[in-house]
């Protein structure tokens, strides 16, 4: 058993790993805080896990980073970016190892989060030693991390599909698209005008268009991926759900391909954003590019406990990752334009935030790696 | 007055051009047909309507196109494809004109109809003189035709924002990206498991991908506006509301812009779809280039009565069409990709279907073309 | 046509009344005021209307009572209780016409009003001349009343189902219960937690139990029908649509009846409500109650426009009034039970409110009642 | 750990039971069945349990009982009424003990099988010996019960918060009311137009009034708890929400009461169902009466690990109990009218169903009664 703590557990994030943490088997909740519902049981304050045996003598504390430190040995930050470098710093100083699910130590570039956060840095010192906490990617990293920068929900949603497709060299780096909807606890518990029921449902709207925050962690890790610099086109929509992340992205195969046909034979791509094919030599059948594509998923993701590789006809449907740490993945080859559409779907919550930020924690203390999360 | 008949009433287009008629100042509806619902009143099939006061003398009848040619001078045809055609047919000849909101006079080629509806076209003699009854763009032409046919719902929210720009020379034909999102009703009056409640609410998903039969009236009339083949790339979503489509566009300008800076700069574009410019003087400021877009949308739509073209932070959103005539439009540059985004909303049942259709009407009989739509 | 104003149009039920107002073809829209949106206009602040000829020029302005009576004959009062009383007065005072949509004037008792609102009435001397706005109920002072008090959604959906069997004797006052289910608009444009889409969607929950301020109102209304004091029960439930009120009402007839057999056997209903028959002569027949019921309601309503009485097995539907000043009314006699069980169906924002409204005020100006209504 | 089969995996309770048994410490699901999707496995025919470990290779086979019978010890029947007593019959044959989720076993009577559900009851022999799977009601029958007949969705609600306050003779047996609101999914997997999004949604309706076929379980479980027979008056209502129901429960307390005085003042009801009080000593103070209410509840449920009795104003919400066993309970004395109001929340497909029956099978089996379902 882990001693573990929560910094600003009253918003959705903060609400699910007290789910999550609450029916950890190796996990041992020690300490949640709220500046807001200090002195107040969870069982209060969400009325859902007041079932649960711990509901009512687990309660909220002020956040202070010596009592926690006292406390806990992994400590999960659920606070607004900003703040949550202010507590890393000084639950890592104590000992603590720590899980931020905010975006303070995700750029690797202190600049650039500048440029998108609009403020320096608080702790640019950390910025080197804090691993992305993508497990599929940095499962290695993450093992013996002090410091977790989980990602965010749509870089979540973008970077696993795309990432070993850059690696393999079977995309180009240029040209990415990304067009994602997202379910409105996205935005946070914020009270709003914009998050009120009847102006979101029956609604959906396109927002922070053309630079959204999320931009940059995402460039950062395509751009590592391909190894080169990488400047994508990002797209967040609004749709009446409360959870769930369904991403399209529109990418360019590395090579001209064409159904059906040898390879060799010209394109019939006019309309394609790839360069027509220099020679024939270039050309390959549609059928061969699948399976590499297949290939290059299966042997990065086949053995992932929660990346599901969509088969046959199947495509990503929110409702059939809501509630869980899956991200569920297809792609389609497109003879007419030459491009490959691949589709994510997460729980923008789970995969997307918590969930995700628990699985870290599993590879942390060298526990299984779905524990608490299936 | 004109006398009006609607030959299959009882899906959600024909539900709506009920209602949009019953309340027409210059249209008396004569007729409206159902296999399912003859014998039945316009108030015992369609509750919602049965305050109107003709709705309780409106009777619905078995499909007969000699009798609805002797009661009525126009005729909406809100019936499957294929089955559209053979209506048509025989209400031409005898006398009537025909606004078809299927998909059976959209293609100017019988060929690339087999190809996308997997069937030979019922009636190709008639393919060259019907017009595609997207008033923006052909006016004109709707005015004096005695066969209209009226446009899809995702190709009405994708060409009113293209055409223009197309037109006006500002953006390339190639690479041409729809992402489209649509409320349930888009699927029809369709009793199947896919559209159940419970399978469709806390719901997003992708479908028909690549290749969707919106494309090949998508493709042909932005290949008229082009003046060159366009093969474009469309992705349908759909998101659990019950009316609208809110697609999103990344299309390329046809030159390349830099942000605050003088024409000739270098384009920081690097990840861009679009090409290297070749030579400085191909560069653009962001603003002129702006100017450019803004000055050929007011252009094309400034008169229009149901073009909104949005101005300054404002996005397009489904709950501000829902119920209405109108296409919201917005457009963004992304200095960083060199894109152009372009946005828009509709409401798929009204000016994707039954408001355009009646649009059209209006046009035909020399109404104001707002009649019955305000 | 007749010059109207509207103070405080910022909420559903101001936004609502530009709606109509704006098309109503007897108004002209003179004045519209609100303190957070003053200068701007129509357009701007409701894009959803944006498309309206008069919406570009329509503008908001500070709410000055001297100024709106310059402009304005007849007034709409759009503003929370307790603050809609003091422009009543004034308004009044300057010779304008009055239709409050608040709670205000509502009560003929100051007592009752202090009770349910929780301070002193502010105008308590407008009381005995204001008239309540329910134009089925009391069409002919409507007409010449100064100070409307348009009902609250809640009673409108209580009160018509119930006041013509009460008048008519076919119901006893006692033992009343209201269950009512309203969608979320019903609690105005409150930027509060409760009101968020994640806290609505995939929620249904009870509130204000037992004792809601709009029981002061239908208990007055229903006391005035029955001629002796009536106390009811009332339970209101917020449910995940954005407009709708479904009423569910449960009272007992005057008389016991039993299906299907002769006057004067011997009722079965064990578990009623309804004290057991004195004597065989106070029972009837369910099928000549029934008749007495609809006969009760067909010559109440028969002839209203808004007034839906369903036949059949139709039952009411907030989605078949969404959007419409109807009200949907239906019944059945339970001969398990004794009971018989009343169902409305009405959009809270118009029949429940705004719609109401502008049907007074077409009563009051003497303009055909569905004018801008249907 | 107990070797247990699904027969009929197909539905919303059946997938419910699928999800709760893989993940069961003490259940292996050896079969489950499915015409529909016979030859399938899990991960395919659900694709939101393909992540579990066992998804790939719990395969849906045929249905037929001696198969069953020899790969399982206990049987969940997930089948419709009439169809579940066949193979409840067959198995109890083999030596299996069932759990039944159709309503076939539920009522002790054949007759009133037959008034309500319109045929002849298959089985009726076995009606003596089934048990009404109702834990906190039956524990120590359903131990050694042989088959169970799990209770309905709506009965859950209504039963859990009546039959205390009904043992305790607290309330009168008589004029009992119960108004219920469910989400979709309680209509089953029924691919029929009523069930469509685009007429569930932005829709609230009641149906089956005035007699539900749930009514039959409901009033003999009542008039067991009363030891008198008992008739309510009970309306469903469809609500646009995949899971939950609420119900409002309106009952008479055995005594008149009356606020903030002395026992025998008199009560000032005028309006109430209840009748007046025949001796100033029958009337109590609603303080005193709340506390037994309180007491009562607290005895029947305090240490029940599936019911929440709220405190203070915390009001029942579907959002706190979805996706969990839990059955919230909160009640209100009304001082106005002399009644009681209870409030109940559940989720459908798990206190209302699924998870009551593997409430049952822990509690068959000797596991810990919250096995699987915390």
Same mark, same amino acid.
């Given at each position: 058993?882990?001693?573990?703590?929560?910094?600003? *557990?009253?918003?959705?994030?903060?609400?699910?790993?007290?789910?999550?943490?609450?029916?950890?088997?190796?996990?041992?909740?020690?300490?949640?805080?709220?500046?807001?519902?200090?002195?107040?049981?969870?069982?209060? @304050?969400? /009325?859902?896990?007041?079932?649960?045996?711990?509901?009512?003598?687990?309660?909220?504390?002020?956040?202070?980073?010596?009592?926690?430190? +006292?406390?806990?040995?992994?400590?999960?930050?659920?606070?607004?970016?900003?703040?949550?470098?202010?507590?890393?710093?000084?639950?890592?100083?104590?000992?603590?190892?720590?899980?931020?699910?905010?975006?303070?130590?995700?750029? +690797?570039?202190? !600049?650039?989060?500048?440029?998108?956060?609009?403020?320096?840095?608080?702790?640019?010192?950390?910025? +080197?030693?804090?691993?992305?906490?993508?497990?599929?990617?940095?499962?290695?990293?993450?093992? #013996?991390?002090?410091?977790?920068?989980?990602?965010?929900?749509?870089?979540?949603?973008?970077?696993?599909?795309?990432?070993?497709?850059?690696?393999?060299?079977?995309?180009?780096?240029?040209?990415?698209?990304?067009?994602?909807?997202?379910?409105?606890?996205? !935005?946070?518990? +914020? @009270?709003?005008? #914009?998050?009120?029921?009847?102006?979101?449902?029956?609604?959906?709207?396109?927002?922070?268009?053309?630079?959204?925050?999320?931009?940059?962690?995402?460039?950062?890790?395509?751009?590592?991926? *391909?190894?080169?610099? @990488?400047?994508?086109?990002?797209?967040?929509?609004?749709?009446?759900?409360?959870?769930?992340?369904?991403?399209?992205?529109?990418?360019?195969?590395?090579?001209?391909?064409?159904?059906?046909?040898?390879?060799?034979?010209?394109?019939?791509?006019?309309?394609? !954003?790839?360069?027509?094919?220099?020679? /024939?030599?270039? @050309?390959?059948?549609?059928?061969?590019? *699948?399976?590499?594509?297949? #290939?290059?998923?299966?042997?990065?993701?086949?053995?992932?406990?929660?990346?599901?590789?969509?088969?046959?006809?199947?495509?990503?449907?929110?409702?059939?990752?809501?509630?869980?740490?899956?991200?569920?993945?297809?792609?389609?080859? #497109?003879?007419?334009?030459?491009?490959?559409?691949?589709?994510?779907?997460?729980?923008?919550?789970?995969?997307? *935030?918590? =969930?995700?930020?628990?699985?870290?924690?599993?590879?942390?203390? =060298?526990?299984?790696?779905?524990?608490?999360?299936?």
């Amino acid at each position: 058993m882990k001693k573990v703590a929560i910094i600003g *557990a009253s918003g959705f994030s903060g609400e699910e790993l007290v789910r999550l943490l609450l029916s950890h088997p190796y996990a041992e909740l020690c300490a949640l805080t709220s500046r807001q519902y200090s002195g107040q049981t969870v069982a209060q @304050v969400f /009325p859902r896990f007041a079932h649960h045996p711990r509901a009512k003598t687990a309660r909220f504390s002020e956040p202070n980073a010596e009592l926690v430190a +006292k406390q806990a040995e992994v400590v999960f930050l659920a606070l607004p970016h900003g703040v949550a470098a202010e507590y890393a710093v000084a639950l890592l100083r104590l000992g603590c190892r720590v899980i931020d699910l905010s975006a303070d130590f995700r750029l +690797k570039s202190a !600049a650039v989060y500048k440029e998108f956060y609009s403020h320096d840095h608080p702790a640019p010192a950390l910025l +080197k030693s804090s691993v992305y906490g993508l497990p599929e990617i940095y499962r290695s990293q993450i093992k #013996d991390a002090s410091l977790i920068a989980s990602p965010g929900c749509y870089p979540t949603s973008i970077l696993l599909p795309v990432i070993p497709l850059l690696r393999g060299g079977l995309i180009r780096p240029t040209g990415i698209i990304a067009d994602s909807l997202s379910g409105v606890s996205g !935005a946070g518990r +914020k @009270v709003e005008l #914009d998050y009120l029921f009847v102006e979101c449902n029956e609604s959906v709207r396109p927002y922070a268009v053309p630079k959204h925050r999320h931009l940059s962690e995402v460039e950062q890790e395509l751009a590592l991926a *391909a190894n080169t610099p @990488v400047t994508i086109q990002f797209t967040p929509h609004l749709i009446p759900v409360n959870r769930g992340i369904l991403t399209t992205l529109y990418v360019a195969p590395a090579v001209h391909f064409a159904r059906g046909i040898e390879p060799g034979a010209p394109t019939v791509a006019s309309g394609a !954003a790839v360069p027509p094919a220099t020679s /024939p030599e270039a @050309v390959v059948t549609l059928e061969s590019l *699948a399976q590499k594509i297949a #290939d290059c998923y299966e042997s990065a993701y086949g053995n992932e406990p929660f990346v599901r590789l969509l088969q046959g006809q199947a495509l990503p449907d929110t409702k059939n990752v809501a509630g869980t740490n899956v991200i569920e993945i297809a792609w389609r080859l #497109d003879p007419r334009t030459g491009r490959l559409i691949l589709m994510s779907a997460t729980d923008n919550i789970v995969k997307g *935030a918590s =969930g995700q930020a628990v699985q870290s924690f599993n590879i942390m203390c =060298g526990f299984p790696e779905t524990a608490g999360l299936l």
